[in-house]
């Protein structure tokens, strides 16, 4: 078994909001790999007094010890139960139903001597490569099939200059509108303070013999692909595979830092928090 992981903040002045942590039991006969991608808030409030990287730990920490220690329990249940503990450790002083209350995107994967499960809720992906060397990418596509209005506000902040009035207008009308439908039918979702959104995850099996390898990555990392288009999601394995989870990590910074105002690539942030995590089971 040959696991690695990296993790790196967007800024270096601001805390991770990323998370990224690997358990192999101590019988060896399989493991658990967890990525969770803390969501940004505005600078404004946000109903709770905690911040996304002490969200991120608890559920991340959470998830990883239920799935390693409960193996009958499926994955968007244990999700289910590490959102449920995670809300009661700060239901006493936040308000949990704000729309802004922390929270997170999700890939789990769990492997035992048979099986591979996985588990993939919002925009973070895991990618499955096969032993017959095809790379399967399991993403939650339902950030892609927001109403055209959305995408519509997007292009229109994208299209104003960095650092104007009017598009930090246009850029808060643009959350406002992808707000109302975060954990919302017809919109998309991520875990919160309600467990119900496990079940609205992306899941599946696979046999251990049909796997090679797995990596999940925060789209932070997933933006070499998808957003620079430097390879596809094969050449994005092989690289992880072959020169490890840093490599890709560096790959995107001199992406970034080749287009600052992201006017070739347009994006949401310059820099982004981004996570890598390998696992060859």
Not at 127 to 134: I, M
Not at 245 to 252: F, G, K, N, T, W
Request: hydrophobic share 45%; with cysteine.
């Amino acid at each position: 078994m040959h696991l690695a992981l990296a993790t790196e903040p967007g800024d270096p002045q601001h805390p991770n909001e990323d998370y990224a942590s690997v358990a192999v039991p101590a019988s060896g006969q399989g493991g658990v790999l967890v990525l969770l991608d803390g969501v940004t808030p505005p600078e404004d409030d946000h109903g709770c007094v905690h911040t996304v990287p002490w969200f991120t730990a608890r559920l991340g920490g959470a998830m990883l010890e239920l799935s390693v220690s409960h193996p009958d329990m499926t994955l968007p249940k244990a999700l289910a139960a590490a959102i449920s503990r995670t809300a009661e450790g700060h239901r006493a002083s936040c308000d949990l139903s704000h729309p802004r209350t922390p929270q997170a995107t999700v890939v789990a994967a769990r492997w035992s001597e048979h099986t591979v499960e996985h588990l993939v809720l919002s925009d973070s992906v895991l990618l499955l490569e096969r032993t017959d060397g095809s790379v399967l990418p399991v993403l939650d596509p339902r950030l892609d099939e927001l109403p055209p209005a959305v995408g519509e506000l997007r292009a229109a902040v994208r299209a104003l200059p960095r650092g104007s009035a009017e598009r930090a207008a246009a850029g808060r009308e643009y959350v406002r509108a992808v707000e109302a439908l975060r954990n919302a039918e017809g919109g998309f979702f991520t875990a919160a303070a309600d467990p119900a959104v496990a079940a609205r995850a992306a899941t599946g099996t696979t046999p251990r013999s049909a796997v090679r390898s797995l990596t999940a990555l925060s789209d932070g990392a997933s933006r070499w692909v998808e957003v620079f288009r430097e390879g596809s999601w094969a050449d994005c394995v092989a690289l992880v595979a072959g020169q490890g989870p840093q490599a890709l990590i560096d790959r995107v910074r001199a992406a970034e830092a080749a287009d600052p105002a992201g006017t070739a690539y347009p994006r949401g942030k310059a820099r982004d928090d981004a996570a890598v995590i390998f696992v060859a089971p």
